[in-house]
């Protein structure tokens, strides 16, 4: 059964940092790509990053330059790096596998979510 947990969510304030994983199971992990997505309240699903199997990266454009997307192989983990955040990132963020580099993939490949404020 394929299961992705997402984990490292929080309440930060403004310009602050927290690191996001995801860890994946029930499927060949490394030869998968993978994506993060992002819902806030009252609004549509937002793609955020995606990483292929050779480790390149693809951002949205409002996450460029903020936000790294990585993977550990090893430990069946993808993380998403989130520095400079601001009130607009505030959104439940999920782990997913991927359909392709760039959009949001069917919800039935989605994770449950991790809850990410960012408040002052």
């Known amino acids: 059964e394929v299961q992705l947990v997402e984990s490292g969510g929080g309440m930060v304030q403004p310009g602050e940092s927290l690191r996001l994983s995801c860890a994946a199971s029930g499927f060949t992990f490394s030869l998968s790509m993978m994506t993060w997505v992002r819902q806030a309240p009252g609004k549509g699903p937002e793609w955020v990053s995606s990483?292929?199997?050779?480790?390149?990266?693809y951002y949205a454009g409002f996450v460029k330059d903020r936000f790294t997307i990585s993977r550990d192989n090893a430990k069946n983990t993808m993380y998403l790096q989130m520095n400079s955040l601001k009130p607009e990132d505030t959104a439940l963020y999920y782990c997913?596998?991927?359909?392709?580099?760039?959009?949001?993939?069917?919800?039935?490949?989605w994770g449950q979510g991790t809850q990410v404020t960012v408040s002052s």
């Open positions: 990483i292929d199997i050779s480790g390149t990266a």
């Open positions: 997913a596998r991927a359909t392709r580099e760039v959009g949001v993939p069917p919800r039935d490949y």
